[in-house]
């Protein structure tokens, strides 16, 4: 009786950690499909063009997605090494919402490696300042909080933050209305303070 329960429990918890293990392999190997060539396999970009969007929370990834899939949000032009051109837009518009989830859930789980990249410490020193007054309680711990469902900002590609601050500059990004009014009062010069301020974070 008593060794019928244990022999019962490991039977169940080798399956459990098998079909388990699968899942994840399975997940890995679609993220590695659909998004690796660009993102890398974890999420860890190797290009200053593309983003990294490792450790990203889920809730945060579905959204950016289905913004891209409605129009809402237009990708740029990209040519992966060895691929060929295409944008988000494309690329999530092909995507079923079942993969999406399954993507995103997979992505959450992963380390956001913050890039080394140079550092000017006189105008992070700026930025941080400009942070904590008008960005911090949106993208807290310095934008590098995942559960705030935005984009991780500490330790981001500087191009890739340099790319996105100018739309959303030129106003070619929707935005939360709150942003909107804090970004419009920033000069190039604390657009650049703000981004060094991100990038130091390594
Ligand atoms: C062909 C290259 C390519 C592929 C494949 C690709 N992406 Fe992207 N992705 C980009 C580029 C380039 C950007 C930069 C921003 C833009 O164009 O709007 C981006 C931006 C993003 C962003 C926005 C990040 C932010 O900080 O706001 C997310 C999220 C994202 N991609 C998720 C994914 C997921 C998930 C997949 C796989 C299903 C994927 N991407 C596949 C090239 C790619
Ligand atoms: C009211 C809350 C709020 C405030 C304040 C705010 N943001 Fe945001 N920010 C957001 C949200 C939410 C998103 C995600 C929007 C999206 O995915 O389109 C975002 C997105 C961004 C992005 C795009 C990141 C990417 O990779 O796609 C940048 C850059 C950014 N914010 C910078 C800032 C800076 C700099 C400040 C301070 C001057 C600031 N934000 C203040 C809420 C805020």
Known sequence: MYYKKIVLSLLFS?????????????????????????????????DE???S???????????ILSQYKSG????DKYTPEGG????????????????IKKISAFLAAQTF??????IDKALAKKGAKLHKKKCEKCHSDNGSNASDDAAILAG????????????????????????????????EEDRTALIKFYVSQQ
């Not at 499909?33 to 890398?40: D, F, L, Q, V, Y």
């Not at 051109?85 to 494309?90: F, L, Q």
């Not at 490696?113 to 140079?118: A, D």
């Open 156 to 187: 981001q590609w500087e191009a890739y933050l340099q790319k996105e601050f100018d739309k959303i500059a030129a106003q070619e990004r929707d935005i939360p209305r709150k942003m909107k009014k804090r970004f419009k009062k920033l000069s």
């Open 14 to 46: 080798v399956t459990t950690a098998f079909s388990f293990s699968v899942a994840s392999a399975d997940d890995a190997a679609l993220v590695k499909e659909k998004c690796g060539s660009c993102h890398g396999d974890d999420g860890n970009s190797k």
């Open 53 to 63: 969007i490792a450790g990203f929370s889920a809730d945060a990834i579905e959204d």
């Open 49 to 51: 063009k593309v983003p």
């Open 84 to 99: 060929k051109e295409t944008d988000m837009g494309e690329i999530a518009s092909k995507i079923s919402d079942d993969d």
């Open 113 to 118: 490696k913050p890039v080394k990249q140079p």
């Open 72 to 75: 809402d949000r237009k990708g």
